[in-house]
């Protein structure tokens, strides 16, 4: 079983290199996520969807252990901030 808050912390830091897919053995994407910087980061943003909401699965579709909906919104909260903050300074 993957960890879903180590999943998260991958996916935040190192989303657009694909780390988070690498560590839940979803090989071929992390290739993928790592040759474009995450699809371009429209597929980061669609695996913070689907991480906040408890969908996010590993290779073999099990899910993370340790989902919680309030760790989930936790990461979502989260998310939603370096977004903001990401996009606020880049218009600065």
């Known amino acids: 079983m993957h960890s879903y808050f180590l999943t998260g912390v991958l996916l935040l830091f190192g989303g657009f290199l694909?780390?988070?897919?690498?560590?839940?053995?979803?090989?071929?994407?992390?290739?993928?996520?790592?040759?474009?910087?995450?699809?371009?980061g429209m597929g980061v943003l669609y695996d913070m969807f689907k991480f906040t909401s408890g969908e996010f699965e590993?290779?073999?579709?099990?899910?993370?252990?340790?989902?919680s909906s309030n760790l989930g919104w936790g990461f979502a909260i989260v998310y939603l901030l370096v977004i903001v903050i990401g996009a606020l300074s880049y218009f600065h």
């Open 18 to 40: 694909g780390l988070h897919r690498f560590y839940t053995g979803h090989i071929g994407s992390g290739l993928l996520y790592l040759l474009t910087g995450g699809v371009l």
């Open 58 to 67: 590993d290779s073999k579709g099990e899910t993370l252990e340790g989902y």
